[in-house]
């Protein structure tokens, strides 16, 4: 697999932040791209002396025209896109709501930016970088180039304790699949990663035991075998997948009294997704 210039969204830290250490070397070009300037640059910092060529892009993946036009613009200098991985995502969970009836929920702005960041963010970064590699030459393995996006084992599954993301994950799977049947006869791979739970900031504060977790570096090494044998749905930890897909195929009236009984995703056990101050 050609992997010389790779593009990452969410390389901050977590799955981004791993990725680009592991690409980093001399003769290799990274792209990174976060909106956390401060935690970037130490990525940036980390792999450049690793020996990497490193370009920093301190953006928002929810801004459409500034991701385009940066990303336009790595192609319209010269440069290849070997590899984008879209990983920038964020994640929470449902709250007791005031009063004795107050039913746990997710607040409207929680929804709208987990859309914005998990969807709109994802194509906000495929479209441009569809464009590029489309006039890239065919490399030696038969491709233009290859796209992942980290969707999630919870996109299969209807959960009530974290329903926005389930739906976010969900929506970027079948993106990532059903479009990919017709890019590869462009030559360019498109993959959907079905991850687990992963030790990364973003699980950190979750108040439960997080069945099946796997280490950032892990899951990067599972992450690149899964491109490298050109797979279009990288799925790990397989046990939990398979078993979430089972309960999805249970009748609502089964599956919902187990997931509202038990502590994964309890209201409260989770981060919630703050509006920012208006100061």
């Keep these: 697999m050609k992997q010389d210039s790779l593009l990452i969204t969410g390389a901050a830290s977590g799955l981004g932040r791993g990725f680009a250490l592991r690409a980093a ?45 940066a990303i336009e613009g790595i192609g319209a200098s010269g440069e290849s896109l070997d590899v984008v991985l879209a990983c920038a995502g964020i994640t929470g969970g449902v709250h007791d709501q005031p ?22 963010g994802v194509l906000n970064t495929i479209f441009p970088a569809i464009d590029v590699i489309r006039r890239q030459p065919v490399a030696s393995d038969g491709f233009r180039g290859r796209i992942a996006a980290i969707s999630s084992i919870a996109g299969l599954v209807s959960f009530p304790g974290t ?64 491109l490298e044998k050109n797979k279009r749905r990288i799925t790990f930890p397989r046990w939990i997948a398979m078993g979430s897909r089972l309960m999805d195929l249970l009748p609502i009236g089964l599956s919902e009294p187990y997931y509202l009984n038990q502590p994964t995703g309890a209201a409260g056990s989770m981060p919630v997704v703050e509006k920012p101050s208006s100061r």
Excluded: W
């Excluded at 990174?32 to 490193?54: F, H, M, P, Q, Y």
């Excluded at 498109?190 to 990364?200: D, P, W």
């Design 25 to 69: 070397r001399p003769g290799v070009t990274l792209h990174l791209i976060d909106c956390n300037e401060n935690r970037l640059k130490d990525t940036a910092s980390r792999t450049e002396a690793l020996g990497a060529r490193v370009f920093m892009h301190a953006l928002d993946v929810t801004d459409a025209p500034a991701m385009r036009s």
């Design 99 to 120: 009063g004795e009836k107050g039913a746990p929920s997710e607040s409207e702005y929680q929804v709208r930016r987990m859309v914005d960041v998990n969807v709109n």
């Design 163 to 226: 329903p926005s993301y389930c739906a976010t994950k969900a929506a970027v799977d079948r993106f990532m699949v059903a479009t990919g049947g017709n890019l590869k006869q462009d030559g360019i791979l498109l993959s959907s990663v079905v991850c687990g739970f992963i030790n990364t900031p973003m699980v950190a504060t979750n108040e439960f035991a997080m069945p099946g977790l796997v280490q950032t570096a892990d899951a990067v090494e599972r992450i690149m075998a899964g």
